[in-house]
């Protein structure tokens, strides 16, 4: 039987609808993820932090109190494991929804994430700003904020890197950040063919950017990876 051209340029045209609705799902779903982060901080905020520290404060009373100097030793192990999980807590909580986004801006959060991925990763981090003004809506913030949060746990998990440098700058109607590392790199075909890696990889991350309007570029070889992502700039 012959395939008419009809039937290859209808069959495009319904790929092309696919791959648009692709697109969306995409993007919704990481909406979605969002949503839910956003949940899950402030539940931890109002429920978890709380119960810890009055757990701390009566343990702390109980082991000053008791006359049993071992009961006192482990009451008080008790109680400092108890302060590295309310850290532990915090920093989740800051990964999670954090509030130098809200009050403080796009680049000052970014440069506290940076330095708490140093201390957390043992990798060297630096961060580099133009200081220009970059007007963005809060959403895109939120966005930009977890996409370097998804660069940065990248290189701790693949890269094997020394050392990472982040830059934010705007200009051309743009704001430009920029992740480089010197690490082991990989493949470039990965981010095309990236939607077997879900979550907030990096497919779903380029395909949420090319939806606010911006995009993801990637390169990468044995001197590391650098990627690069652009959004515009709100017009004022
Ligand atoms: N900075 C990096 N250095 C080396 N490899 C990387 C880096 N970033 C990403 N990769 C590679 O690209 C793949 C896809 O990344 P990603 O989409 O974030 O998925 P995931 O982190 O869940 O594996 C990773 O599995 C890894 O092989
Ligand atoms: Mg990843």
């Known amino acids: 039987m012959a395939i008419g051209r009809h039937d290859i340029t209808s069959g495009a045209t319904e790929l092309?609808?696919?791959?648009?609705?692709?697109?969306?799902?995409?993007?919704?779903?990481?909406?979605?993820?969002?949503?839910?982060?956003?949940?899950?901080?402030?539940?931890l905020h109002d429920r978890t932090n709380e119960i810890l520290v009055s757990s701390m404060i009566r343990l702390t009373a109980l082991a000053k109190s008791t006359a049993d100097p071992?009961?006192?030793?482990?009451?008080?192990?008790?109680c400092q494991l108890l302060r590295q999980l309310a850290q532990e807590t915090r920093l989740l909580m800051f990964e999670l929804y954090?509030?130098?986004?809200?009050?403080?801006g796009l680049e000052a959060a970014i440069k506290e994430l940076a330095d708490r991925m140093m201390e957390k990763y043992g990798i060297r981090v630096s961060f580099t700003d133009d200081a220009?003004?970059?007007?963005?809506?809060?959403?895109?913030?939120?966005?930009?904020?977890?996409?370097?949060?998804?660069?940065?746990?990248?290189?701790?998990?693949?890269?094997?890197?020394?050392?990472?440098?982040?830059?934010v700058s705007g200009g051309g109607g743009?704001?430009?950040i920029t992740v480089q590392d010197d690490g082991v790199g990989f493949d470039?075909?990965?981010?095309?063919?990236?939607?077997?890696s879900g979550g907030f990889g990096l497919y779903a991350l380029s395909e949420r950017l090319r939806h606010m309007g911006g995009c993801l570029e990637a390169d990468s070889g044995n001197w590391g990876t650098r990627i690069i992502i652009t959004v515009p700039l709100k017009e004022r």
Not at 21 to 39: G, P, V, Y
Not at 70 to 78: C, H, P, R, S, Y
Not at 98 to 104: G, I, K, N, T, W
């Open 98 to 104: 954090p509030p130098s986004l809200y009050y403080l």
């Open 132 to 167: 220009r003004r970059k007007p963005v809506d809060v959403d895109v913030k939120v966005l930009l904020f977890q996409a370097v949060r998804e660069l940065l746990t990248n290189v701790a998990k693949h890269a094997q890197a020394h050392a990472v440098s982040v830059s």
């Open 70 to 78: 071992a009961l006192a030793d482990t009451l008080n192990e008790i």
């Open 188 to 196: 470039n075909a990965v981010i095309s063919d990236g939607r077997k």
């Open 16 to 43: 092309e609808r696919l791959n648009r609705e692709l697109r969306s799902l995409t993007s919704q779903l990481s909406l979605a993820e969002e949503r839910e982060r956003r949940r899950i901080a402030i539940e």
């Open 174 to 176: 743009n704001l430009r």
